[in-house]
Structures are given as structure tokens and as C-alpha cells.
């Protein structure tokens, strides 16, 4: 099992968000689905881009206490929104805060953040494996579209 500092989790966040943007999502290399899910990138692609991002450092890091994070704004009984992020020995790691306009920054890698502090956490795995062979075939050619872009 390696151990990963904040820096380096911050630098692999930000190669691995970077790599996202730059991807090819056309419905030709990733199909209808996988262009469907990551065409409005950042926007509504949390969970997609927190699970391949989880993918790529169980595999390359073989990081063992990653856990996915899914919480929900809720003021009374008004939904604002969900959002998905990974944890790893407390530090959050989230590659799409963007979306949402509040937070600049298109990548957070802290232990402390006021922005997810706003969110109800709903479900937390506490020990998450990620294995590209446990995914759908549309997130599977997404992956490959960011991989050729690290």
C-alpha cells in the first residue's frame, strides 16, 4: 500500500483533471453513452470523473483507504444539488467543484474545505476498491480517453 502526501494527491488531481479536459469524448471513441456522460464536462459528471479518478489511483498507487463521498445540498426541503468526491486519509479530492460556480478552482485537494463542508454527506463507503474490469464498457472507453491524454 502506498501513502500519499497532500502535494502529490494535489499534483496527480491536477494532471489527471487536465487530462479530462483535453480527453476526446466524441461518440466515435467513447460511444453514446460515454459521450452522453462527459459532453457538458464539468457539469453533472462527479460521479464519473470521482470513479475513474478512484480507477487510476487504485491501480497506478494502489491507494486501500480511498472512499467516495456522495452528499446532497438540502435547505428545508428544497434539493440544490449532489455532488461525489473522493476521500483518502481524511483529504478530499474533488476534480469537478467547478461546476457549481461557487469555487473556481476546477480541482480541490484539502483537508479542511468550506465548500464540502456545505454538503450533507449521504453515503461514504469507508474502503473502496477501484478496478477499471468492474465498469460499464462506455466508462471503460472514457478511462482510455484520459489515459492517452496523462
Not at 26 to 54: H, Q, Y
Not at 78 to 89: D, P
Amino acid at each position: 500500500m502506498s501513502e500519499l502526501n497532500e502535494d502529490k494527491l494535489l499534483s496527480l488531481a491536477k494532471s489527471f483533471r487536465n487530462a479530462i479536459d483535453k480527453a476526446d469524448f466524441s461518440i466515435e471513441f467513447v460511444g453514446d453513452e460515454g459521450n452522453n456522460r462527459m459532453k457538458s464536462f464539468p457539469w453533472g459528471a462527479c460521479g464519473e470523473a470521482t470513479k475513474l479518478l478512484g480507477v487510476y489511483l487504485t491501480e497506478k498507487y494502489h491507494l486501500e483507504s480511498l472512499f467516495e463521498v456522495y452528499a446532497q445540498i438540502v435547505e428545508g426541503k428544497i434539493w440544490h444539488g449532489s455532488h461525489r468526491w473522493l476521500e483518502y486519509n481524511g483529504i478530499i479530492l474533488d476534480i469537478t467543484p467547478d461546476q457549481f460556480g461557487l469555487v473556481k478552482d476546477p480541482v480541490i485537494v484539502t483537508s479542511n474545505s468550506y465548500f464540502h463542508s456545505t454538503f450533507a454527506k449521504i453515503n461514504c463507503k469507508t474502503r473502496y476498491y477501484y478496478f477499471l474490469n468492474d465498469q460499464p464498457e462506455w466508462m471503460i472507453r472514457i478511462y482510455q480517453a484520459i489515459i492517452k491524454k496523462l
